[in-house]
Every structure is written in structure tokens, then in C-alpha cells.
């Protein structure tokens, strides 16, 4: 069976950055295949975000660009997602995908929260 395994999902503020890791077996980490990384936002549909192809480079999804960057390590077969500048609205579940030879593949799905979080109550008195 063939396994596709996410990792560097986690929480970060407004305007901070992430890196996502997204390893693939050798068989089918070909200069053939199309690799890309989706995002599901809470409540929606899965969107395409970023695809790599040796013959194409890469690509965005408009609402990224200038801010991720897709890349790939053929010596450790891994797919990479550099995230910076993150928003609210990056938020959700990031999966890597991979076609080849008429397959689909998908990692199992890294979780991403943009927030500033609670805020902490601070109060100065006399």
C-alpha cells in the first residue's frame, strides 16, 4: 500500500510562517508524476494550492501567491510546502497529492491554525 506521510502542520499567528513535509515512496516519486498540496478549510471543499511538475514547475492558487512556495528533495523523495505570511483564512487541513500513471494518491492531512489566539487580560490600577 502506498503511504504518502504529512508533517509540520501547527498553530502560528497572523503573518508568521510553517513549512509542511510531505514524504512519498520512491515508486512513485517520478519527474513524471504530479505532485500538489491541498487545503480544506473548515466547512468547505478541498482547493488545489500549489502544483509541482517537472515539465510545468509550479503553480498557485491565486489566493498563495507570494506567500507559499512548492518545492521537492529528490535525494529524500519529499514534497515540501513553505508557507509565510499565513492568514486566518490558511487555516485548515493541508494534504499533499501525487498523480501518477493514472493513480491518485493522498497524504493523510496536516492541520494548520492561523490565530492570535485568547489574548491575555491585562489590567493597571492606582
Known amino acids: 500500500q502506498v503511504q504518502l506521510v504529512e508533517s509540520g502542520g501547527g498553530l502560528v499567528q497572523p503573518g508568521g510562517s510553517l513549512s509542511l513535509s510531505c514524504i512519498v515512496p520512491?515508486?512513485?516519486?517520478?519527474?513524471?508524476?504530479?505532485m500538489g498540496w491541498y487545503h480544506q478549510a473548515p466547512g468547505k471543499e478541498r482547493e488545489l494550492v500549489a502544483t509541482?511538475?517537472?515539465?510545468?514547475?509550479?503553480t498557485y492558487a491565486d489566493s498563495v501567491k507570494g506567500r507559499f512556495t512548492v518545492s521537492r528533495d529528490t535525494l529524500t523523495n519529499t514534497l515540501y510546502l513553505l508557507m509565510s505570511n499565513l492568514k486566518p483564512e490558511d487555516t485548515g487541513v493541508y494534504y499533499c497529492?501525487?498523480?501518477?500513471?493514472?493513480?491518485?494518491?493522498w497524504g493523510q492531512g496536516t492541520q494548520v491554525t492561523v490565530t492570535w489566539g485568547q489574548g491575555t487580560q491585562v489590567t493597571v490600577s492606582s
Open positions: 509541482f511538475t517537472s515539465g510545468c514547475g509550479r
Open positions: 497529492n501525487i498523480q501518477y500513471q493514472g493513480s491518485v494518491y
Open positions: 520512491q515508486s512513485i516519486f517520478s519527474r513524471h508524476a504530479l
